[in-house]
T-cell receptor
Framework: DAKTTQPNSMESNEEEPVHLPCNHSTISGTDYIHWYRQLPSQGPEYVIHGLTSNVNNRMASLAIAEDRKSSTLILHRATLRDAAVYYCIRAQGAQKLVFGQGTRLTINP | GAGVSQSPSNKVTEKGKDVELRCDPISGHTALYWYRQRLGQGLEFLIYFQGNSAPDKSGLPSDRFSAERTGESVSTLTIQRTQQEDSAVYLC?????????????FGDGTRLSIL
């Protein structure tokens, strides 16, 4: 049971920001929120993770709701190479990531 | 640097045959994971190694599946008496240290097709 809920698909335009939502209403206090993405015919790629505070790295930003029941992955300026399936995962530590169906992101030129 | 390497990249075999899938993790990574991804689905956890030991085998679907790791490096996933439902992409990942939070680095998988 992945225990996260994401939209099946989203679409955006190149060079525009993208906000990918995730609900994790039953998250416990020690569960991290992880995001991975998977490009076609490749293994998943780590994007970002967080616990309580908003996080930024070179790939994306992660905004976590104050009650931690939801989070949003933000791609600040989408490129065609960002087209992928994005997985929101809750996990304790790095063991046994439980992947759901993810959100298939399409980027229009 | 070198990432996680899996071989073969593709494997086609007849139902009932045994198959071995290999994973070479990133050098120095103590944790190694196997996942399975059926067509159009998310990843299913199979097994996790810390060093050469497997503290969590909870995802192995049946006793036809086994895995080992040697030298805290290479791992082999073996499927005996393959069935058509075993057809999937088998993905391996490694991480520096599971005791602390570390991202998992994935290979590109072995696509297994059972005829």
């Amino acid at each position: 049971d992945a225990k996260t809920t994401q939209p099946n698909s989203m679409e955006s335009n190149e060079e525009e920001p993208v906000h990918l939502p995730c609900n994790h209403s039953t998250i416990s206090g020690t569960d991290y929120i992880h995001w991975y993405r998977q490009l076609p015919s490749q293994g998943p790629e780590y994007v970002i993770h967080g616990l309580t505070s908003n996080v930024n790295n070179r790939m994306a930003s992660l905004a976590i709701a104050e009650d931690r029941k939801s989070s949003t992955l933000i791609l600040h300026r989408a490129t065609l190479r960002d087209a992928a399936v994005y997985y929101c995962i809750r996990a304790q530590g790095a063991q046994k990531l439980v992947f759901g169906q993810g959100t298939r992101l399409t980027i229009n030129p | 640097g070198a990432g996680v390497s899996q071989s073969p990249s593709n494997k086609v075999t007849e139902k009932g045959k045994d198959v071995e899938l290999r994973c070479d993790p990133i050098s120095g990574h103590t944790a190694l994971y196997w996942y399975r991804q059926r067509l159009g689905q998310g990843l299913e956890f199979l097994i996790y190694f810390q060093g050469n030991s497997a503290p969590d085998k909870s995802g192995l679907p049946s006793d036809r599946f086994s895995a080992e790791r040697t030298g805290e490096s290479v791992s082999t996933l073996t499927i005996q008496r393959t069935q058509q439902e075993d057809s999937a992409v088998y993905l391996c990942a490694s991480s520096l240290d599971p005791g602390m939070w570390q991202p998992q680095h994935f290979g590109d998988g072995t696509r297994l097709s059972i005829l």
